[in-house]
């Protein structure tokens, strides 16, 4: 983790050092992003909204000028969902207006974990990711590709396919769809072993387009809806006032 006085980064699958200093909010971690790069690494953005100064110097993402294109993945899930959940959903927000600007950032959760007993709390979430291998390298391309999703248990995976194309092979999380923006999509979210009873949520450009009730365990459910400007992804939350989510899949793209 590259812990400045202006926020905090995670960096995976590099064996080199990365120089993380910098001058101030104005000179950001533009260069340490493309030491990683070249290292054939991750960059990630941990817990952007966490308090910062002066309860906990750095932990808050501070650098207004960072060039998204080098960030790889942002923590939208960091710790207890109940003791962080405004600054979860400020990051969840956040994450949804850099997509809807057209970006492709992977949303992971991390439990930063500081005490041993944490690392069993029930609401901290896992990174869930698609790998042909168990190895590092696998990995760490899952989750650059964006084939993850993050919960705390329970996985949920998302396909799209053009509704008129039934030949057509269907997008997977992180991919790309060729299709006019409003055109009729068919989504395929499969949901393996949730919790309890939720409401699975499609998001498009920060908005819930699509909303329905699932049941707890395994299912696959078939939806409709319109092919987005920029991207859409999948949530499952609970079907309460405060909405706290058990599940969020990870973007598939519209090519623009």
């Known amino acids: 983790e590259l812990t400045t006085f202006y926020g905090h980064a995670v960096v995976s699958g590099t064996k080199g050092y990365v120089d993380w200093r910098t001058q101030g909010r104005s000179d950001p971690l533009n260069g340490a992003a493309k030491t990683v790069r070249e290292m054939g690494g991750l960059f990630t953005i941990a817990h952007p909204f966490m308090v910062g100064e002066p309860l906990c110097c750095g932990c808050r993402w501070e650098y207004p000028v960072m060039d998204y294109a080098l960030v790889d993945s942002i923590e939208i899930w960091s710790g207890s969902w109940r003791k962080n959940a405004l600054f979860n959903w400020m990051a969840v927000q956040w994450w949804d207006d850099l997509l809807s600007e057209g970006w492709r950032i992977t949303g992971v959760g991390a439990r930063d974990i500081h005490q041993l007993e944490q690392l069993h709390h029930a609401d901290t979430a896992n990174t869930w990711v698609e790998a042909w291998f168990c190895t590092a390298n696998e990995i760490l391309e899952g989750i650059r590709r964006g084939r993850c999703c993050v919960a705390p248990q329970g996985t949920v995976d998302v396909t799209a396919a053009a509704a008129s194309e039934d030949t057509a092979v269907p997008a997977m999380m992180g991919d790309t769809i060729v299709a006019a923006a409003g055109q ?73």
Request: hydrophobic share 35%; glycine share 6%; no cysteine.
């Open 184 to 256: 009729p999509l068919t989504l395929t979210v499969a949901i393996d072993a949730l919790p309890e009873p939720g409401r699975l949520e499609v998001v498009s450009q920060g908005h819930v387009v699509v909303s329905q009730l699932v049941g707890e365990g395994s299912s696959t459910v078939i939806l409709n809806t319109a092919t987005p400007q920029q991207y859409l992804r999948v949530q499952i939350v609970k079907s309460t006032d405060d909405r706290t989510p058990m599940m969020f899949s990870n973007p598939i793209y519209r090519q623009t």
